[in-house]
């Protein structure tokens, strides 16, 4: 079966610095994706970065990029220049052929 | 861009009702899902929904549940008899076909059982 793991409950990281977010999954597919979903308080589900699993090139969005390993079955997101707005909680996610799988979520704390 | 939407945003049931979600899929969408978000918990998987008929279910959904495309471009999720732990998030996505292509999800429904 799929697992997303995510080792890292909580971060923290200073205004305009860059933080790192551990993610490492298992599965036997070969072709699926991977996001990165950001949680408000509201708790909309608001999509970061997606990752398709044929490509090798990383996935950037502005200030958050990835780092795909696909061999080790690691997906780590990278925040660059923090800003206030980033606090939440960060989920990581794979998608396979019949379903999503979630982490169990990394709350990311901004410091001003 | 295309997106999945849900009503409404948040719904205030008392315990024993009934309870409707809705969700409008993308249009040229096939597959069909919902999944839950107790308050501080993961996301789980509830149901998939293909072909006018569910295709996968996960062991929280129960009876109590059942989901319909009555129309052909909604897609609901029913509680038939609401329980304090239904309280959740619901979030409803939809892809278009089962294989390589990605899932796109809704902004959720806040269902709070009193």
């Known amino acids: 079966a799929q697992t997303v793991t995510q080792s890292q409950p909580e971060m923290s990281v200073q205004e305009a610095e860059t933080v790192t977010l551990s993610c490492t999954y298992d599965?036997?597919?070969?072709?699926?994706?991977l996001f990165w979903y950001k949680q408000p308080p509201s708790r909309q589900m608001i999509l970061v970065i997606r990752?398709?699993?044929?490509?090798?090139q990383n996935a950037t969005e502005n200030r958050f990029s990835v780092n795909f390993q696909k061999a080790a079955k690691s997906f780590s997101l990278k925040i660059s220049d923090s800003q206030l707005g980033d606090a939440a909680m960060y989920f990581c996610a794979y998608e396979g052929r019949d379903q999503f799988y979630f982490g169990t979520g990394t709350s990311l704390t901004v410091i001003p | 861009e295309p997106e999945v939407t849900q009503t409404p945003s948040h719904q205030v049931t008392q315990m024993g009702q009934e309870v409707i979600l809705r969700c409008v899929p993308i249009?040229?969408?096939?597959?069909f899902y919902w999944y839950r978000q107790i308050l501080g918990q993961k996301v789980e998987f509830l149901v998939s929904?293909?072909?006018?008929?569910?295709?996968?279910k996960s062991e929280i959904f129960d009876d109590q549940f059942s989901v319909e495309r009555p129309d052909g471009s909604n897609f609901t999720l029913k509680i038939r008899s609401t329980k304090l732990e239904d309280s959740a998030m619901y979030f409803c996505?939809?892809?278009?076909?089962?294989?390589?292509?990605?899932?796109?999800f809704g902004q959720g429904t806040r269902l709070t059982v009193v």
């Open positions: 990752q398709e699993a044929y490509k090798q």
């Open positions: 599965t036997s597919e070969s072709d699926y994706y």
């Open positions: 249009s040229n969408h096939l597959y």
């Open positions: 996505a939809s892809r278009d076909t089962q294989a390589n292509t990605e899932a796109f």
């Open positions: 929904f293909y072909n006018n008929e569910i295709s996968e």
